[in-house]
């Protein structure tokens, strides 16, 4: 997901009638938060040409997956279909209502309007209402703010599913690993195997091949339950991409991303990309609109019309009647003299702007505390990865190496040989479950904070 969000708001704290946010920018507006393997318009619904099944076989990176899910993914292509159906209520909000024409007949003779120029038995008339000038062009500004918050839901939308794809794939990534570590020291427990049978010729007790036969027993439940493991997280991911679930979808590489060293720059960087926050500024944008709307009802509507009435002379009672026709011009007007009702609908609308605003505030918080946590447990991660890669792992790999040349010759037994062979594959599967965790917070890092960490911009020097 590539960081396209120019920096559009500063974070705010609204009273009624005392702050105005700014208006966002229109390039924040017309991209839709489109991320780098999005689909080019949210008109377009699933794609003519798709990924066959067969392609997604095996082993993919990472990115390959996110484009796929971009490209056909429900929730995106629902949520597309929402900011189209969205934009459409602008035009409807400020087109003028439909004329109205009535056509009044009166068919029977004797009971019919009568004047001195005959009888008139249809009248035909045409009004058509003028809303007080501006209340059209706020409520297309109303319903604009509408769009743009579809256009922040839509981009909620495909980070979450972004974030999904990072998640299982992540926990498809770390099963491989373990089901490959396993089947490695299966084959070291092979060995181990040999050393003991090997000593059973010299009248060792059998109890050393019998210990270690368990063992790779052990390690066959274990596979059996990695491979099952394998299968659930792999159907967990082809949810995501909208695949079929007997895919075999396969994880290809590890590439982690480095979080920024300084926790300052997410806080600015998700004040500028995260879609939550933004959408809030945009429900106070309208709920101002809302508020001025809510004025401009003191102002009456103004309704234009113009009548045709028809005489003739057929049965005219007039002695003098001509014929001639009617023609009427009105012009009439609304009265807001329900003051009490207008008045609590601006008082409303200023709750809503404060009310809006207070929201804006309580998810920036949040926003902030999130990335806290994570940064947290980051850090936490990536501390105890670098031990494991350079300490605990090698040493428990000399401590095994050791334990084996001593078994040979009869210094250790078989029982301390397997503990420390055991706690080696530990410490392995261990690092492997460290590492996806760690891309698993990354991958929530990037969508609590909005943009991808790796294109953020580089830090000042001091």
Partial sequence: MCCRFTLLFAPLVLLAGCATPPEPDPYYTETAYHVQWAAGSVETDEPATLPLEAEMQGPHPLDFYVQIALERNPEILAAQRGVAAQAEVTPQVTALDDPILVDTVQPFDNHSVQTAAGRGPNTLTLTQSFPWFGKLRVRGEVAEQETRISLTRL???????????????????????????????????????????????????????????????????????LRRQLRQTQADLAKVLHASPEADLKAAELNLPSAPEQIDRLYEAAVRCRPELHERLHAIIRNQRVQELAILRFYPDVTLGVGWQTITTDNALAGVANGNDNVAFTVGVNLPIWRDKLRAGVSEAEHRVVES????????????????????????????????????????????????????????????????????????????????????TLASLERVVGCELAALPDEEPH
């Fill in 155 to 225: 981009a909620q939308a495909q980070l979450k599913v972004i974030e999904d794809v990072n998640l299982a794939y992540y926990e498809v990534l770390f099963n491989q690993l373990a089901i490959e570590i396993t089947e490695e020291n299966r084959e070291l427990l092979k060995i181990l195997l040999g050393y003991a049978v090997a000593r059973l010729r010299t009248g060792a007790s059998q109890q050393d091949a019998l210990r270690a036969q368990v063992e790779l027993a052990k390690l066959e439940d274990r596979l059996i339950r």
């Fill in 357 to 440: 605003a207070r929201y804006y505030d309580a998810t920036r918080d949040d926003t902030f505390r999130l990335i806290k946590r994570l940064m947290v447990q980051t850090r936490a991660l990536e501390e105890q990865i670098r031990l494991f890669r350079e300490s605990i792992i090698p040493k428990a790999e000399q401590t095994l190496n050791v334990s084996m040349a001593d078994y040979r010759v009869g210094k250790v037994d078989f029982l301390q040989l397997i503990d420390n062979w055991t706690e080696l594959l530990d410490f392995q599967i261990q690092l492997a479950r460290l590492e996806s965790s760690l891309g698993q």
